[in-house]
């Protein structure tokens, strides 16, 4: 992640041990934080969620919907910014993982879609453990691969991603895909 020498992030990426490249190999499309965000409900945790105003009216369809064939969707995650996403990272680096180790499930801050306040981050009532493969063992999966694309959501992580991330059931955006070109 090569940062002109004035980028506010350059020193946050340095303290986090994010490598000079990152981003460059694969390529990674790089998001501005949201300037205008609506609340929409607390999330699992109880925490309060935000998400750009499109994004939170196509949810709130979205789940609605659902919840019309049966399925109960739970929001896990909205917007995070740059700050929330170094915590991740500093959180995990802290617990021992490495940074190489950690890019694979998390983004640096600046590459991630939750920045915008167009991405979500999803569980069921019938997932044991949130943000994990086994997501995409329930209904609420199955539901979603059929009906996400009418509300305009997209599954950006599917298994052997051109990102280079894991797979990521769980995580459902209103970003239109990036080419390769910066």
């Known amino acids: 992640m090569i ?15 994010i490598p000079d ?12 934080e949201a300037t205008e965000l609506v609340v929409v409900e607390p999330d699992i945790l109880g925490r309060t969620q935000r998400l750009a105003p499109d994004t939170a009216l196509a949810w709130c369809a979205l789940r609605t ?3 019309a064939a049966g399925i109960e969707l739970r929001l896990v995650s909205g917007f995070r910014g740059y700050e929330y996403q170094a915590n991740l990272i500093r ?31 999803l569980t069921s009532a019938d997932e044991a453990t949130p943000l994990t493969e086994q997501f995409a ?3 609420a999966f199955s539901w979603l691969q059929i ?5 305009g959501f ?3 992580y599917p298994r052997r991603n051109r ?20």
Do not use: M
């Open 3 to 17: 940062l002109p020498a004035t980028h506010p992030l350059r020193d946050l990426v340095r303290e986090l041990g």
């Open 21 to 32: 490249t990152y981003g460059l190999d694969p390529f990674l499309p790089w998001y501005s």
């Open 65 to 67: 919907a659902a919840a």
């Open 91 to 121: 959180n995990k680096l802290r617990r021992g993982q490495t940074i190489d180790e950690i890019l694979k499930v998390n983004a640096a801050p600046g590459y991630s879609q939750h920045h915008t306040g167009r991405a979500l981050d």
């Open 137 to 139: 063992d329930t209904a």
């Open 147 to 151: 009906h996400a694309s009418d509300f």
């Open 154 to 156: 997209t599954l950006p």
């Open 163 to 182: 990102y280079g991330f894991c797979y990521e059931p769980w995580h459902w955006s209103l970003i239109p895909d990036q080419d390769d070109s910066r």
